[in-house]
C-alpha cells in the first residue's frame, strides 16, 4: 500500500522556485506532514513539518490544502547546493503505531 | 549530545556470515527505527521499535533480527548474510509516537555481502 506518490525526478535552474507535490490520500486524522531531505552517502534530515494550511521556516514553505491529501514543499531560490533527494512522510494508516515508511522521493536537480 | 550513532561505517561480509550493526542515540528518544537504502533506490523500513521491550516488523525484516533492551541502543542483527543484504543501513530515533516528531538518522552503516 503506497502512502506516498512523489514525482521521480525534477530539473530546475539556479535562483528559481521548485515546488514538489507529494500525494497522500490515505493520509490519517492525527497524522502530520514531515519532508526529508537527503544528500548523498548521508541519512536524511528534517526540514519541515505542518498539519494544514502554510508553514515557513528559513529554508522552506509548506503548503497543505483543507482537505490535507495532497502537500507542496516550495524551495524559494534554490542554488547548486539544493541538488539532493527529497521524502515525504505521514504516519502508519490507518492508525498511529509508530510504523513510518518513505516513499520513492523526488531526486531534485539544481543546474547552474 | 551525539545524536544518533551508527557502527561501523563500512563492512564487507562474505556469505554466510552473521554481524551486528549498533545504533545509539542519547536523546532520550523511545521511538526507533532501521531503514535500508539499495543504491539508487528509497528507504525501505526494516524493524522498529516504540520503545524498550518493543519491537515490530516493517517491510522487509526477512533476514533480520532486532533486539531493544534498553532506550538508548538499537543494534540489527544479520544472521546469514547473502549478496541481497549489500545495500547501506539507517538507524534513526523519535521522541514520539506521531510524525509530529521527526526523526534523526545516523550517519549509516555501509554493508557488502560478497
Known amino acids: 500500500l503506497a502512502k506516498t506518490t512523489q514525482p521521480i525526478s525534477m530539473d530546475s535552474y539556479e535562483g528559481q522556485e521548485v515546488n514538489i507535490t507529494c500525494s497522500h490520500n490515505n493520509i490519517a486524522t492525527n497524522d502530520y506532514i514531515t519532508w526529508y531531505q537527503q544528500f548523498p552517502s548521508q541519512g536524511p534530515r528534517f526540514i519541515i513539518q505542518g498539519y494544514k494550511t502554510k508553514v515557513t521556516n528559513e529554508v522552506a514553505s509548506l503548503f497543505i490544502p483543507a482537505d490535507r491529501k495532497s502537500s507542496t514543499l516550495s524551495l524559494p531560490r534554490v542554488s547548486l547546493s539544493d541538488t539532493a533527494v527529497y521524502y515525504c512522510?505521514?504516519?502508519?494508516?490507518?492508525?498511529?503505531?509508530?510504523?513510518?515508511?518513505f516513499g520513492q522521493g523526488t531526486t531534485l536537480q539544481v543546474k547552474p | 549530545n551525539a545524536g544518533v550513532t551508527q557502527t561501523p561505517k563500512f563492512r564487507i561480509l562474505k556469505i554466510g556470515q552473521s554481524m551486528t550493526l549498533q545504533c545509539t542515540q542519547d536523546m532520550n528518544h523511545n521511538y526507533m527505527y532501521w531503514y535500508r537504502q539499495d543504491p539508487g533506490m528509497g528507504l525501505k523500513l526494516i524493524y522498529y521499535s516504540v520503545g524498550a521491550g518493543i519491537t515490530d516488523k516493517g517491510e522487509v525484516p526477512n533476514g533480520y533480527n532486532v533486539s531493544r533492551s534498553t532506550t538508548e541502543d538499537f543494534p540489527l542483527r544479520l544472521e546469514l548474510a547473502a549478496p541481497s543484504q549489500t545495500s547501506v543501513y539507517f538507524c534513526a530515533s523519535s521522541f514520539q509516537t506521531k510524525t509530529d516528531s521527526p526523526l534523526h538518522f545516523g550517519n549509516g552503516t555501509r554493508l557488502t555481502v560478497t
Open positions: 512522510l505521514v504516519g502508519d494508516v490507518p492508525s498511529n503505531t509508530g510504523k513510518l515508511i
